[in-house]
């Protein structure tokens, strides 16, 4: 079972460096694919990016939380949102986001609408090679 990088991603990259198998691979076209994503079929599950992200964002896939209930002032990031988000990645690099939207307290968001992107991101999308 895979890791999924859930819509709680805001674009830090440093899961990317710790991953061994290097499965881990930013969204592109950003607008259309807001998060990073994980290749299900080089994915180890060895579970050295959840500790890396600064933004609790990845899960192992039958750990996505339904509901996801925000603690506040967290963003997610999804096509269709309209909010804007900026800082800067793990390099200190800047990363804008126009499909934000920060959460308040106890808002809920069901985490699990993102397991399928990260499944059609490498299932003939951009991320298919």
Not at 24 to 38: A, L
Not at 74 to 91: A, K, Q
Not at 102 to 115: F, N, S, W, Y
């Amino acid at each position: 079972m895979t890791h999924i990088i859930t819509s709680l991603c805001l674009r830090d990259s440093g899961c990317v460096e710790v991953c061994p198998v290097e499965c881990i691979v930013p969204g592109t076209p950003q607008e259309k694919y807001p998060w990073f994503y994980i290749d299900p079929d080089t994915c180890i599950d060895c579970g050295a990016c959840i500790p890396e992200c600064p933004y609790n964002a990845i899960f192992v896939e039958d750990e996505v939380p339904d509901p996801y209930v925000a603690e506040g002032g967290e963003y997610i990031s999804r096509v269709g949102l309209t909010g804007h988000y900026e800082n800067t990645d793990h390099h200190g690099n800047p990363v804008v986001l126009e499909t934000a939207k920060q959460l308040e307290a106890g808002e809920e968001v069901d985490l699990t609408e993102d397991i399928q992107p990260n499944y059609d991101y490498f299932d003939g999308g951009p991320g298919y090679e």
